[in-house]
């Protein structure tokens, strides 16, 4: 099997496929088992067809097809099996391989994640969760500008120890951003268009540089109105978190994860503080969403304790 290796948010990973998104986490060689297999798995068409669309999802098994694409096989936290479609290049199966795969694969191993973005204030991680199209990677972007390293964009694997502050692996230093959001920041070189949403594009930004987690400052939840940082605690907090940062509900379900994850998300609350953070709808102002949050990080009593 011709490999590409990488250690990626604390796991370590054989594939047959290249992952360019992947590349700052490229090893030149692998010590010891890889933690995770992926591999190519060539069957015919008429095979994947017979499969149809259905999706098999439980604890340790998740299964399904993308026409044209390809089918996916997850199982045991340990391996995912690509069977490419006719036709089908890389870039196409790229994205369900490090979306939906890669996240049940991580539920099947039972490790806690989230749908958040990360940027890095004094080597701190400050996360940003939102439903989607709530604008997580657009504020992340921001920041970025501002010289804020990216620590994260979509899926965030969090570590919570005995004692102390949680962390946050790093991972691909990729935003993914809509065409209004490129204009606005004036982002033009080396953009690569979303092979399933048209009018998003990808972009590799200023990252961490580091497979080392970072220690979680803060999270703000993110809601549209007028400017606003407020507080949040109890189970308030806890609701509202749960909705705007669990990565496929039906899915952690599926895999008897929901009560697990639930339980490390309060954990999570109880050690660091969560905010909600309310801007306009509107591009133009989105710098003084960033001053805001430049105001709130100099207030000490923000620092998780």
């Known amino acids: 099997m011709n490999c590409r290796y990488y250690e990626y948010a604390g796991l370590r990973i054989a594939s047959e496929i290249p992952l360019p998104e992947w590349a700052p986490f490229e090893q030149t060689s692998q010590a010891g088992d890889p933690d995770v297999v992926i591999s190519i798995d060539e069957v015919p068409d008429h095979d994947l067809a017979a499969g149809g669309n259905r999706r098999v999802i439980t604890a340790d098994e998740c299964r399904f097809l993308v026409p044209g694409v390809g089918r996916f096989r997850v199982h045991d936290g340990r391996a995912i099996v690509v069977a490419p479609a006719r036709g089908a290049a890389l870039h196409q199966l790229r994205p369900w391989l490090i979306g939906s795969a890669w996240g049940s694969l991580c539920y099947q191993r039972g490790l806690f994640f989230i749908h958040a973005s990360a940027v890095l204030v004094d080597h701190e991680a400050v996360l940003f969760c939102a439903k989607s199209n709530g604008g997580k990677s657009t504020i992340a972007a921001q920041l970025n500008t501002r ?154 009593r923000i620092i998780a304790k």
């Not at 390293?149 to 965030?156: F, H, I, Q």
């Not at 969090?158 to 209004?180: E, F, M, N």
């Not at 690569?192 to 200023?206: A, C, L, S, W």
């Open 147 to 300: 010289g804020h390293a990216l620590l994260s964009d979509d899926l965030c694997h969090l570590d919570i120890p005995a004692h102390g502050l949680p962390t946050v692996y790093p991972s691909a230093p990729r935003l993914k951003l809509w065409s209004d959001t490129l204009d606005q920041l004036g982002w033009t070189e080396d953009l690569e268009p979303d092979h399933i949403r048209t009018g998003k594009f990808h972009v590799t930004r200023t990252s961490y540089g580091l497979a080392h987690p970072a220690p979680v400052r803060g999270i703000y939840l993110l809601e549209w109105g007028e400017f606003r940082i407020h507080r949040l605690s109890g189970l308030t907090a806890l609701s509202r978190f749960l909705s705007a940062s669990t990565y496929r509900a039906k899915l952690l379900e599926s895999t008897g994860q929901f009560s697990r994850h639930s339980s490390r998300s309060m954990t999570l609350l109880q050690r660091v503080p969560v905010w909600e953070l309310r801007r306009p709808r509107d591009l133009a102002v989105m710098p003084k969403a960033t001053d805001l949050l430049a105001s709130h990080w100099s207030d000490d």
